[in-house]
């Protein structure tokens, strides 16, 4: 098992824990980037964090909105 650590830019560029996106999570990127890339994409755990990203690709990530907060 590797390291789920990753960079987070909307943390101050610190490294937080990223999970799986839930089923809205999910259809939200889904509709941002397509169902190919969005599957690569994990959430930021830190409290009040908003970012979705590429697991192996941290700067084309993006916040989701307030809802999801
Ligand atoms: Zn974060």
Excluded: I
Excluded at 5 to 27: P, V
Excluded at 36 to 53: D, I
């Amino acid at each position: 098992m590797s390291d789920p650590s990753k960079r987070c830019l909307s943390c101050g560029d610190s490294f937080q824990l990223f999970r799986w996106l839930n089923d809205a999570e999910l259809a939200y990127v889904v509709s941002k980037v397509g169902r190919a890339e969005a599957g690569t994409f994990r959430r930021c755990t830190h409290p009040g964090c908003l970012r979705v990203q590429p697991h192996f690709a941290f700067k084309r990530g993006f916040r989701l909105p307030e809802q999801f907060r």
